[in-house]
């Protein structure tokens, strides 16, 4: 479904160039969960950034549903991203003097795919446990509600991926649990989910786990039997 093909990212530091992302491969098929840990400064942002076509690679390649990012137009590009991408971007959360309710359907004012924006911001919210907040405004919410908030806005327009840069950093661990239920629950409705995070906690969760360090994304299956279930939820 989704499939990016040696990707690198170059950036200068004082002059000097360094590639942030360094010869990336990487398949997504559908209905997969992908957590990807690494430390700060490994790249991982640089590289969600590249996949959800925000960021354009250096060099590489990435085909989803069987079209190249390079082929596309700017239009095209943020049509896609819109109806088929749900991005969650590192700490970037949501619109404090909007209600819970505006902001989860804020993807309504860039596409209309759906004639009842507030029916489905609502249904989203009550998937996620949080349909009684819809009229609070953010600043009233603890930060597991405000993470739930801006993943049901990621969902609005049903992407078929949806990518999250560290869904869980500052939660606590219980929370961290209830968020990545969220995700297993996303991706059990068939939704492929690639995930970012340092969370050791969050780490354990995932079909197939990767490392970043200096650019460059390796198999984690070293540390885990292929196939394991998820960790179960106590
Ligand atoms: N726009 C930029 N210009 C130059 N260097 C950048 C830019 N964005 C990120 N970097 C550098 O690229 C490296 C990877 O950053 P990032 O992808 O944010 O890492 P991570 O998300 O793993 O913490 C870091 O060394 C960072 O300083
Ligand atoms: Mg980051």
């Known amino acids: 479904m989704f499939e990016a093909i040696g990707l690198k990212k170059e950036y ?3 002059g000097a160039p360094f590639l942030a992302v360094n010869d990336v491969s990487i398949s997504i098929g559908k209905g997969e969960f992908i957590c990807v840990t690494g430390r700060s400064g490994s790249g991982k942002s640089t590289l969600l950034n590249i996949l959800a076509g925000m960021s354009p690679p250096t060099s590489g390649e990435i085909v989803f549903q ?5 082929s596309l137009k700017d239009r095209e590009l943020s049509a896609i991203r819109g109806a088929k ?10 619109f404090s003097n909007f209600t819970v309710l505006q902001n989860v359907s804020m993807p309504h004012f860039f596409n209309k795919f759906h004639s009842d924006a507030e029916g489905r911001a609502r249904f989203l919210l ?3 446990g949080i349909e009684r907040l819809a009229r609070q405004y953010p600043p009233s919410l603890s930060g597991g ?3 739930r908030v801006a993943i049901a806005r990621a969902l609005f327009n049903s992407p078929d ?3 999250a840069d560290e869904p869980t950093s500052d939660l606590d661990d219980e929370t961290t649990k209830e968020i990545m239920r969220v995700f297993e629950s996303i991706v059990g409705q068939g939704t492929s989910v690639l995930m970012v995070t340092h969370d050791a ?3 354990s969760f995932g079909s197939r786990r990767y490392v970043m360090d200096s650019g460059v994304l390796a198999s984690a299956e070293k540390n885990q039997a292929r196939g394991k279930p998820p960790v179960p939820l106590i």
């Open 12 to 14: 200068k530091r004082d």
């Open 66 to 70: 069987g079209r190249k990012y390079s």
């Open 85 to 94: 991408i749900g991005y969650i971007m590192q700490g970037m959360c949501v």
């Open 126 to 128: 009550d998937q996620l």
């Open 145 to 147: 509600e405000i993470r």
């Open 161 to 163: 991926l949806l990518i």
């Open 201 to 203: 906690g969050a780490a």
